[in-house]
């Protein structure tokens, strides 16, 4: 398996722009993670899912912000209005399974997104 | 809010040296990880240590838990310039469906 995969791996857009950011997470992982790191506030949890299903999204900071996951194979994170407070490295991450056995977390190489 | 926060913030050392950093959290857990990220990559996972498990090595890594101060650190040995990154616990909590949250990080500088 080539692990988590995201595009796109740069973004640059303005402030106004909608932005989609995309996950597909290793196959057979039954959880979906979206994280947010920034300097100021480090690794911050936006949301998570499992099954496709989204399971806790207290993390995701403000309405313009949405993310699904259609199918086991793909997610979304999606910014609508963006603005330059939001730019960051996003990062997807995938496990098999909750427990104390299987939730090593595999992390794909980031999104930076910049927004002027 | 952070489950878990990190000290030292920053960790400068010689090659050869140990390293040791340290993470405290807040509820009770299924188990804490470990994990290093490379300066403009993803985290990748180091070790992971079960609620029940006070210790743990892996190769040159040593983890140890204590579940009753809720504090976690790992120990580098024989540090080389390779492991020079940001070193992150991270808990997942009890009862909380598989959630991980991250630390801050600690950034480990080891000089040739």
């Known amino acids: 398996d080539a692990g988590v995969i995201q595009s796109p791996r740069h973004e640059v857009t303005e402030m106004g722009q909608e932005v989609t950011l995309r996950c597909k997470p290793i196959?057979?992982?039954?959880?979906l993670f979206w994280y947010r790191q920034t300097m100021m506030r480090g690794l911050e949890l936006l949301i998570y899912f499992n099954n496709n299903v989204p399971i806790d999204d207290s993390g995701m900071p403000e309405d313009r912000f949405s993310a699904k996951m259609p199918n086991a194979s793909f997610s979304t994170l999606k910014i609508q209005p963006s603005e330059p407070r939001d730019s960051a490295v996003y990062f997807c991450a995938s496990n098999p399974g909750s427990g104390a056995l299987n939730t090593e977390a595999f992390f794909g190489q980031g999104t930076r997104l910049t927004v002027v | 809010s952070q489950q878990g926060e990190e000290d030292p913030q920053a960790l400068s050392i010689q090659e050869g040296e140990n390293a040791t950093m340290n993470c405290s959290y807040k509820t009770s857990i299924n188990n804490l990880q470990w994990y290093r990220q490379n300066s403009g990559r993803g985290l990748v996972h180091l070790i992971l240590?079960?609620?029940?498990?006070r210790e743990k090595h892996s190769g040159r890594l040593r983890v140890t838990l204590d579940t009753s101060k809720k504090s976690s650190s790992l120990l580098i040995t024989a540090s080389r310039a390779a492991d020079t990154a940001s070193y992150f616990c991270?808990?997942?909590?009890?009862?909380?469906?598989?959630?991980?949250?991250f630390g801050q990080g600690t950034e480990l500088s080891v000089k040739p």
């Open positions: 991270a808990t997942d909590a009890l009862n909380q469906g598989g959630k991980l949250i």
């Open positions: 196959s057979g992982h039954d959880y």
């Open positions: 240590i079960r609620s029940n498990e």
